[in-house]
T-cell receptor, first 112, second 113 residues
Framework: SQTIHQWPATLVQPVGSPLSLECTVE??????LYWYRQAAGRGLQLLFY??????ISSEVPQNLSASRPQDRQFILSSKKLLLSDSGFYLC???????????FGSGTRLTVV | AQSVTQPDIHITVSEGASLELRCNYS??????LFWYVQSPGQGLQLLLK??????LVQGIKGFEAEFKRSQSSFNLRKPSVHWSDAAEYFC???????????FGKGTRLHILP
């Protein structure tokens, strides 16, 4: 069966520090991968999605970037965190739309 | 472009009472429709989905949803809620197999003992 792993679960980082959040999917190949951010009371904001290795589409210009170095690995990064980068980050995958997205358990990022 | 609206930001019901969460979508054809649930500090879990066939869809945890094309709605229902149903619920719509899912802003469900 397919599983999605996301880590770390929580992270407290100072302003100006770098960021690396990792997401991996097991049990499937060539999934579509997504990074979402959820700020308090503001719903889900799609940040990046990827349909294949090295293929990244950005939905919102910001201080973040994403990479897909391997088929089932999706990384969210920042060179210098801002206070406004705080939030709950969710990774998700799907193979085709009808199955819906499967989400990871999320990373709570607090920038101080 | 497709869109999805959840009119209620917060809903409070008593334990054991029935529940209906509203969802309206905007799309010309029959979309892919989903309901997700998110417990505090957790990821989203798929409750149910609809694309075609029977317009009344059964999901996990005793939830069901009904697709009404004439009203562009896909409301989520449960006959009797439990305290563990307190969570945030998201309705979502997708236009076609190769498109992305669009999420509503969510409805937070509170359960009174």
């Amino acid at each position: 069966s397919q599983t999605i792993h996301q880590w770390p679960a929580t992270l407290v980082q100072p302003v100006g520090s770098p960021l690396s959040l990792e997401c991996t999917v097991e049990g499937t190949s060539n999934p579509n991968l997504y990074w979402y951010r959820q700020a308090a009371g503001r719903g889900l904001q799609l940040l990046f999605y990827s349909v294949g290795i090295g293929q990244i589409s950005s939905e919102v210009p910001q201080n973040l970037s994403a990479s897909r170095p391997q088929d089932r690995q999706f990384i969210l990064s920042s060179k210098k965190l801002l206070l406004s980068d705080s939030g709950f980050y969710l990774c998700a995958w799907d193979y085709n739309l009808f199955d819906g997205y499967t989400f990871g358990s999320g990373t709570r990022l607090t920038v101080v | 472009a497709q869109s999805v609206t959840q009119p209620d930001i917060h809903i409070t019901v008593s334990e054991g009472a029935s529940l209906e969460l509203r969802c309206n979508y905007s799309y010309g054809a029959t979309p892919y429709l989903f309901w997700y649930v998110q417990s505090p500090g957790q990821g989203l879990q798929l409750l149910l989905k609809y694309f075609s066939g029977d317009t009344l869809v059964q999901g996990i945890k005793g939830f069901e949803a009904e697709f009404k094309r004439s009203q562009s709605s896909f409301n989520l229902r449960k006959p009797s809620v439990h305290w563990s149903d307190a969570a945030e619920y998201f309705c979502a719509v997708g236009a076609n197999r190769d498109d992305k899912i669009i999420f509503g802003k969510g409805t937070r469900l509170h359960i009174l003992p």
